[in-house]
């Protein structure tokens, strides 16, 4: 029996006319129309209207409404497809930019990482290729003496041992772990006997002590290095430092300086920058682990007594140094021979040249007021500066080339140009000792700039050298430098004359075995 | 290939700027779309008119449209109130007051919408039964607009009785109910032609 009565079809005759219903539904719903007649006429009065709509044609759009609706879209479509294109062009041409720029922070980025020091002072090895060094210690009040010859290079972190001799067959590897910045440290004193009257007891401010290379990082590094070095006490009543005839402001090279061009000053490598003198060399050593020097000042009242011993010089001398220790001086000769002293591996600048470093340094040791030493503030240790044993080996190479930079202190010591042309012009007078002029003579030589600016002087010096020459062809290259000097000296009073509106004058500087007669007579107002 | 696809294949082909897929939704609905919207307004420039705005509404909002949606609920639903808003603008209320019948069995008797209609109804007028088809366009311009609509899109769009009432927006009762209402309406205004609606089975 069918649950589907009259009114639950007029419920759902829409659904039932228009076949909405699920299957059951609908068979049902047939079955109660089939056998319903009133709803059987009312489904078929519907379904009458229904064929009669479904009469009518459908009309057909104007194709011109579709032709039209067709180009829209098809512009539409075009435009945007060309926003999306130009979409895509700019991320395609955006990406290339957008990465370089990430690739230059990026590498700025890594090169700043590696321009920071990565050295720690105490892994920075400190190399002295200088002039033996001085003590850090006062000026003295007198004229220093002459300058020795050579060069000393040191290098703190080749120098091992307790002794300070650096060991030739562990400098390399010591050098390539350890050594990665060098600088060089250039100590000057300004000892000449009226400036030393002007100046009296400068002390240590006397010592001034320039790194020079200009080296990007590592400078710092090697300022903060030396830093570390309390300075020396000052004062009149210490030693003086008296081979830092020629202060200089920048480096000169190692190897114009053992080619025999003495300057007077030494280079320190490892460091750079503004440091400071006393014990510059010993600027690797840490502050914190730094040695007290107790011996220091029994030195240089040593260094006192022996330069008033000493009748050749009005002041005193440094003192020679300790005896010197096993294999000092040939690991010594062995690092010089090598190159010992480290050059900076950064260089923006290249170093200046001997004679331009001479004229500063010359200038500066005349007119340079006294250099007030500030006291460097002392930088903590790094976090991973070296341990114990480290420092201990280092402290006590740095000891060991204190101790031998003093003794060639003691031979080399630096003595002005014009005392050494007074002493020739003694010497001179006084019975022409050859050999004191030969030496006297080669240590004038070493001046450059004030062989420079002291034309007459040099030219009676090689003429006096070259009558006491035995061989010949060194006495004749005597001759000829002091002819050449002449003639110099003759063309720039030309130039001077013909400047000055003047007739040059017609002095004649010709050079002749007697011109060694008027070498002592030219010689005096020079020296004035 | 393209004719196979179902409408939102087709519309998400030329989301992507396939034109050809837009002109196989062209050529699938605008037919109905026309005579639905030319049943609903009467006129046939204003159904081209309203044709044309509707495919280009669906045009311009082709970025917008979702491929979850049934394409052809959307659509009609544009077309639907493209119609409402004409209707509103033309006042077809009152203009409907004009459409009274004239007398039946009158050849002349054609309504005010035969007589201002263009000569798509005389093409029908010749290809059918001409009275009947007069009769019939009077009698569903007589219905209301609610149950023209739904008339028109169960009859001719083919619409269910549930999209009908997503794109009104009316419960799906009330449509049934327009639905039968216009239905009767018809059923009244066709009695003269009961001998029709005795030869349905």
Redesign the interface.
């Given at each position: 029996m069918s649950r589907v009565d009259c009114h639950l079809l007029d419920e759902r005759?829409?659904?039932y006319?228009?076949e909405?219903l699920d299957t059951r539904e609908m068979d049902e719903m047939r079955a109660h129309v089939e056998g319903c007649p009133r709803c059987s006429a009312e489904i078929?009065?519907?379904?009458?209207?229904?064929?009669?709509?479904?009469?009518?044609?459908?009309?057909?759009?104007?194709p011109a409404?579709?032709a039209?609706?067709?180009h829209?879209?098809?512009q539409?479509?075009k435009t945007?497809?060309w926003r999306r294109s130009r979409a895509m062009r700019m991320a395609v041409y955006a990406t290339p930019i957008v990465a370089m720029a990430a690739a230059f922070v990026l590498l700025i980025h890594v090169k700043d990482k590696a321009l920071e020091p990565t050295i720690h002072p105490g892994e920075v090895s400190v190399a002295i290729d200088g002039r033996p060094v001085a003590t850090p210690a006062a000026a003295p009040a007198v004229p220093a003496v002459p300058a020795p010859e050579g060069t000393t290079a040191l290098k703190g972190e080749q120098a091992e041992g307790e002794s300070g001799i650096a060991k030739p067959s562990d400098d390399a590897d010591k050098a390539k772990h350890k050594a990665d910045v060098t600088g060089r440290v250039v100590a000057t004193e300004k000892a000449k006997a009226p400036a030393a009257e002007e100046r009296p007891a400068r002390g240590a401010a006397d010592r001034k002590v320039e790194f020079k290379p200009p080296v990007t990082k590592d400078t710092t590094l090697g300022k903060a290095t030396i830093a570390k070095e309390s300075p020396p006490p000052a004062g009149p009543g210490h030693g003086a430092p008296a081979m830092h005839a020629a202060p200089s402001s920048g480096g000169e090279d190692f190897d114009a300086v053992m080619g025999g061009a003495m300057s007077g000053r030494r280079d320190l490598g490892g460091s750079a920058g503004g440091g400071k003198a006393g014990g510059d060399y010993r600027a690797a050593e840490p502050p914190k682990t730094a040695a007290p020097k107790p011996a220091a000042k029994p030195r240089e009242v040593a260094k006192r007594e022996k330069a008033a011993d000493d009748p050749q010089f009005e002041t005193s001398r440094p003192a020679p140094p300790p005896p010197p220790q096993a294999g000092a001086a040939p690991a010594q000769k062995k690092m010089q021979s090598q190159g010992a002293y480290a050059q900076p591996q950064v260089t923006t600048s290249p170093p200046p040249s001997n004679l331009e470093v001479q004229n500063e340094g010359y200038q500066r040791y005349r007119n340079a007021p006294p250099v007030v030493q500030q006291p460097q503030p002392t930088t903590p240790p790094a976090a991973n500066a070296q341990s114990a044993p480290e420092l201990d080996e280092t402290r006590s190479t740095t000891q060991g080339l204190v101790s031998q930079t003093r003794r060639q202190e003691s031979k080399q010591a630096t003595t002005s140009p014009e005392q050494l042309y007074s002493q020739l012009v003694t010497n001179t007078n006084n019975g022409n000792d050859c050999t004191k002029v030969m030496d006297l003579v080669k240590q004038l030589e070493t001046w450059n700039y004030w062989s420079t600016q002291h034309p007459n002087e040099m030219r009676n010096a090689y003429l006096l050298r070259g009558r006491c020459q035995s061989d010949n062809n060194l006495a004749n290259k005597d001759m000829e430098n002091a002819r050449r000097i002449s003639a110099e000296q003759e063309k720039n009073d030309k130039v001077r004359a013909s400047k000055a509106g003047k007739k040059a004058p017609a002095k004649s500087k010709a050079v002749d075995n007697n011109a060694s007669q008027q070498a002592p007579a030219e010689a005096a107002p020079a020296k004035k | 290939v393209l004719t196979n696809e179902t409408d939102e294949a087709l519309m998400a082909r030329y989301q992507r700027g396939d034109v050809r897929a837009f002109e196989v939704l062209l050529a699938r609905h605008r037919k109905p779309v026309y005579n639905f919207i030319l049943r609903f307004v009467g006129s046939r420039e204003q159904a081209e008119d309203l044709l044309q705005e509707t495919f280009l509404r669906v045009i311009k909002g082709a970025d917008s449209y979702q491929r979850e949606a049934k394409f052809t609920t959307w659509l009609y639903t544009i077309a639907r109130n493209q119609c409402v808003d004409l209707s509103r603008r033309m006042k077809l209320r009152r203009m409907s007051s004009l459409d009274a019948p004239g007398h039946a069995g009158d050849e002349e008797g054609a309504t005010l919408m035969d007589a201002v209609a263009d000569g798509g109804a005389s093409v029908d007028r010749r290809a059918g039964d001409s009275e009947l088809q007069t009769r019939l366009k009077a009698a569903i311009e007589t219905l209301s607009e609610e149950q023209r609509e739904v008339f028109l899109m169960r009859e001719f769009l083919q619409m269910q009785f549930k999209e009908i009432a997503e794109v009104t927006g009316v419960p799906e009762n009330t449509v049934k109910s327009r639905m039968r209402y216009a239905l009767e309406k018809l059923r009244d205004l066709l009695e003269d032609y009961r001998e029709l609606a005795r030869a349905a089975p």
């Open positions: 005759l829409m659904d006319l228009y909405e078929g009065r519907f379904r009458g209207v229904r064929r009669a709509v479904a009469q009518l044609e459908m009309a057909e759009p104007p409404v579709s039209k609706l067709l829209q879209a098809a539409t479509q945007s497809m | -």
